[in-house]
């Protein structure tokens, strides 16, 4: 590992996390500033544990978020930047501070008195503050395991180094792909995602005239910023899972993406399909007009376009004209099959690299052969207004939520799986 990280994470400005978080704050500061909420970690893979000494030092790192703030330039960067940012939220932003008494770690011993074991995540209250804390704890819990747990891993030809994110950028637009780096929640650090935008921009700039490919920006807003392209992102599944929870889940992908059209009358019109099944997501077609595509995040993404392609004809509507945005454990190999197939259907694709691009490492006493594995986790809202909120992938994996709503959720949807 190298010796040039610091000995403790540090948040490094208010602006480091994905820009789908600030969306949604705005939204949720209009539409619901009084409901509390809970956030709850999932981590997927049950032979991970963690250190005892990890668990400690992510309650000292949390406790030192409250001493971050959104500086004036910063302020003035998002204002010029994101123009449908209006200016209470703006305000309210420049006063926002992390409550880590918000935050509850838990350590739960793999077995008794071992120093091995699994750590339990949970954020409680005001949903339009505690938004903002996802991102940043995930960010942070990745960066000290791979700090002081598993440490068979360097730079070296990895990712992080910068012929490999620049040879991954070259073959993106060579191809003619329009991709985003999404890599903030599951990455190996902040260095590692800093360099692979680095070298992102770099061959974007070197391929400019020979590509019809774009680098079109990244999902963290303090990299787009010190980077100099465009912050990335619109809505998150957590919207639909809050409004369903608030509102009732009867017709609740609609009222959502209403509350959502009034926040953002003609920005980010860009939605995610599958927060109750793809297949029971509906538009109409005057909002299947105004939006400007669909955003595929769970499931078989070669079946996606396809039937995307078909809801679209079914509505009159031609779908040359619309987007997929695809963003679900992509990388480039993937990228190129997918928009191959696009290309084929007539529809216009992007696609968002996660970890594939800040978190691509090779074990060391493997000599680099076998893949140093990223955290598979997650945290999720767990319940809103004291509602439980449910979310019904269209991978089975990805269902999250109390066993007795989500049974009740594919009773309404008629969800068989």
């Known amino acids: 590992m190298s010796d040039s990280l610091s000995p403790a994470f540090t948040l490094r400005s208010l602006l480091d996390t994905d820009l789908y978080k600030f969306t949604m704050q705005q939204a949720v500061l209009r539409h619901f500033p009084d409901v509390e909420c809970v956030y709850r970690f999932t981590h997927r893979d049950p032979d991970i544990y963690f250190p005892r000494r990890t668990a400690d030092e992510f309650r000292n790192a949390i406790a030192r978020f409250s001493d971050v703030s959104l500086s004036q330039e910063e302020l003035q960067w998002l204002k010029k930047t994101c123009a449908y940012f209006h200016d209470d939220y703006l305000d309210y932003l420049a006063k926002y501070r992390f409550k880590p008494e918000q935050v509850t770690i838990g350590f739960v011993p793999k077995d008794p008195g071992s120093d091995e074991g699994k750590v339990t995540i949970e954020a409680k209250g005001l949903w339009v503050e505690t938004i903002l804390w996802e991102v940043p704890l995930m960010a942070c819990l990745s960066e000290l395991y791979f700090r002081t747990c598993d440490t068979d891993w360097n730079y070296d030809g990895q990712a992080g180094n910068t012929e490999q994110a620049y040879e991954k950028g070259r073959s993106l637009l060579m191809a003619g792909c329009v991709f985003n780096e999404f890599g903030t929640r599951r990455r190996r650090s902040l260095q ?54 608030i509102k009732g889940y009867e017709h609740a992908s609609s009222y959502a993406l209403d509350l959502w059209e009034a926040v953002y009358p003609k920005d980010l019109l860009v939605t995610l399909t599958d927060t109750f099944s793809t297949e029971d997501f509906i538009l109409d077609k005057a909002r299947a007009q105004r939006w400007r595509g669909l955003r595929q995040d769970s499931g078989d993404p070669f079946v996606f376009a396809p039937r995307a392609k078909e809801i679209y004809e079914s509505l009159g509507i031609d779908h040359r004209e619309k987007t997929i945005i695809f963003s679900d454990a992509l990388n480039v190999e993937k990228a190129l099959r997918l928009k191959q197939q696009c290309d084929e259907l007539g529809f216009t694709c992007a696609f968002g690299v996660g970890t594939d691009f800040s978190n691509d490492f090779r074990t060391l006493s493997s000599g680099g052969k076998e893949k140093s594995k990223a955290l598979n986790m997650v945290i999720k809202l767990g319940a809103v207004g004291g509602k439980e909120c449910v979310k019904i992938s269209d991978e089975l994996t990805k269902n999250t939520g109390d066993k007795a709503t989500v049974a009740e959720v594919k009773r309404i949807y008629d969800i068989r799986t």
């Open 192 to 245: 590692t995602q800093d360099i692979v935008v680095d070298y992102l921009v770099r061959a974007s700039r070197d391929f400019a005239e020979s590509s019809r490919g774009r680098l079109n920006g990244t999902s963290n807003v303090y990299l787009a910023r010190k980077h100099g392209i465009n912050p990335s992102g619109t809505i998150a599944h957590e919207w639909f899972m809050g409004v369903a929870a």
